[in-house]
């Protein structure tokens, strides 16, 4: 007879100093939102594919191989992480995206098909930018 594990039906992972339960593959941004930390995004949706184009969502990740920054929207949690949406990388990381970002984006948007609707506007004031 051979023992077999079941599956893990969750991972342990730490989200800004709080223990947080998550589902094996579950993107890092939606593990955040969960546990109520804000991480600041463009191109996601969660009901669309990830593509990780704007990398406005950048954390850090302290893992098997020290601290590094990834983006979230394409990081599957993994056992162990430990994981910081407000440390000082990544905060730098955010605020230099959204810069590039924004540098050449006129903020009256007179071509956008969103007509006024566009989170744009909104993020500066989340993500802790005041100019």
Known sequence: M?????PKTTVS?????????????QLLIDACE???SFVPHFCYHPRMSPVGMCRQCIVEVEGPRGKSL????????????VVSTTSAPAK???EGVLELLL???????????K?????????????????
């Not at 007509?115 to 100019?131: F, I, N, Q």
């Open 2 to 6: 051979t023992d077999t594990a079941a």
């Open 13 to 25: 992972v730490t989200i800004d100093g709080r223990a947080v339960e998550a589902k094996p593959g």
């Open 34 to 36: 969960q546990s109520g």
């Open 70 to 81: 990834v983006v979230s929207c394409m990081t599957p949690v993994a056992e162990g992480q």
């Open 92 to 94: 730098r990381a955010q």
């Open 103 to 113: 540098a050449n984006h006129p903020l009256d948007c007179p071509v956008c098909d």
């Open 115 to 131: 007509g006024g609707e566009c989170p744009r506007p909104t993020v500066r004031p989340r993500s802790g930018r005041d100019r």
